[in-house]
């Protein structure tokens, strides 16, 4: 996930997963709010599953920061099978410009 120069995390991100088994790779756009050690916000990214290919998937995030280190939960907000929480741990460079996990 990449992102604006700062020493906070609050703003809208862009980023990049993959499904290395698959080898898919999955753009999604971010909106961080950072309140101390505290993170909360909300993605939107498109289905990769066949059936639901071009709808729009949203979830939202909670999660922390402490130092570098980035830990936060993304949970689906579908009814599409197979799409509900997700954990995720990332490391935060130091520009904080981009996490990477």
Do not use: C
């Not at 101390?36 to 993605?43: A, F, I, K, N, V």
């Not at 939107?44 to 729009?56: G, I, K, M, P, W």
């Not at 830990?71 to 929480?85: M, Q």
């Amino acid at each position: 996930m990449t992102g604006a120069a700062s020493q906070n995390l609050t703003g809208v991100w862009q980023g990049l997963y993959t499904y290395h088994s698959r080898n898919l790779r999955v753009l999604f756009g971010a909106t961080l709010i950072e309140s101390g050690d505290w993170l909360s916000g909300s993605t939107h990214e498109l289905s990769t599953r066949q059936d639901y290919l071009n709808h729009t998937l949203f979830a939202t995030l909670l999660g922390q920061r402490q130092g570098s280190a980035v830990i936060f939960t993304k949970t689906y907000e579908t009814a599409i099978p197979g799409y509900k929480k997700v954990e995720y741990e990332g490391i935060l460079s130091g520009d904080f410009t981009e996490i990477e996990g």
